[in-house]
């Protein structure tokens, strides 16, 4: 059976540093960098694109680091209090890009940010100062069938919504998406799941070409949840203060949740079907195609939605196996398919798929 590795990280956050912590080195970074935040203890921005279009940039070899100096309007103590925001990204950690931003890199991160001589402030104000907007990512390897069938399966379970930048969007390219990025809130969040090898050899081709191996990216593929705001960090994995410090410090355990909460916000809920008690059944073909056919046609279920919750009345695992192969080879019947020819190239996309959804908790 395929297995996913399971390693989630923080793949990207905005960096919000007390201007009165930091000294700037290059001025140019001043020159009509401001723009006033609408804001209580949340750090919730009026408009994402204004913010973006008044950054400047820190230069690194085939990537970039956005940096932007914003005042924010603090309700509580009524006054403006200004900040330098770093749009922090893990292209940072160059060749080790893939490990995600975590407690046993942030000295490297902040020596190379220093060493830019853009700004300064010292390290324990650097991995204190508060964190907003992160992406957490895991990272998988699947061929492109197999991925394409995982994206079109969590499609046909996406809840309806008419409201204005929610649902799911499907692209050409074969990624799909949750709601938009710029409005997604917690309850519902932002997810993406996309081909890190097309990114790679095309979006970003300069930084991978010089600092990722192509044993690396090949059959890469990736999915990402997005966290805005600091208070939502704070509520959802239970944070005194939503810190650089504080959120690498957050569990592999805690991280995957969060993941398969936002994935599973944006999805509909499996049929449940009451597990029997009986220990034998007969007539078992006829029961599968009974079974099968009613969730697919009647209860606009799909054949793995169908399959997951079905195997779960199999308590012998060399049972299981049997019924599970004789589910597949309905299904292909049922497509048209010859069997001999394309059950096992069907069994393991259908592993892959569902290994994937047993690490996110994918009902």
Known sequence: MAKVK???????LKLRIPFDKVTILNESI?????????????????????????TTEIKFNDYLIKVAIIQQHNFQSKQIEEFIEIYLHSKI?????????????????????IQQKVFYCDYDTFINS?????????????DKATFNDLCNELKTRAKQTTKLGQGQAMYKNGNLTFNRRESSTLSSPFVKFYDKELEANEKNSAFFNKYISNELIKDKRRIEATCKKSTDIKKFFNLESSTLSTITQITQSELRRYVSYSINKNIDSIIKIEKSTESHKNAIDIQIHIHFTNSIDNQNS???????????????????IRIKKKCIEWNLRRQGKKIDKNIKDETKRNDIIL???TLLQID
């Open 355 to 357: 290994d994937i959804f």
């Open 302 to 320: 799909t054949f793995l939605k169908t399959l997951n919750a079905y195997l779960i009345h199999f308590d012998d695992k060399q049972m299981k």
């Open 6 to 12: 399971e390693l989630f990280s923080i793949d990207s």
């Open 30 to 54: 001043l020159d009509e960098k401001t723009k006033i935040i609408v804001s209580n203890v949340s750090g919730e921005i009026i408009s994402e694109d204004k913010i973006k279009s008044l």
């Open 93 to 113: 950690l160059e060749s080790n890009y893939f490990s995600g931003i975590t407690q046993s890199n942030l000295i490297s991160i902040y020596d190379k940010l």
């Open 130 to 142: 508060s964190v907003n907007d992160i992406d957490i990512k895991i990272d998988f390897t699947s």
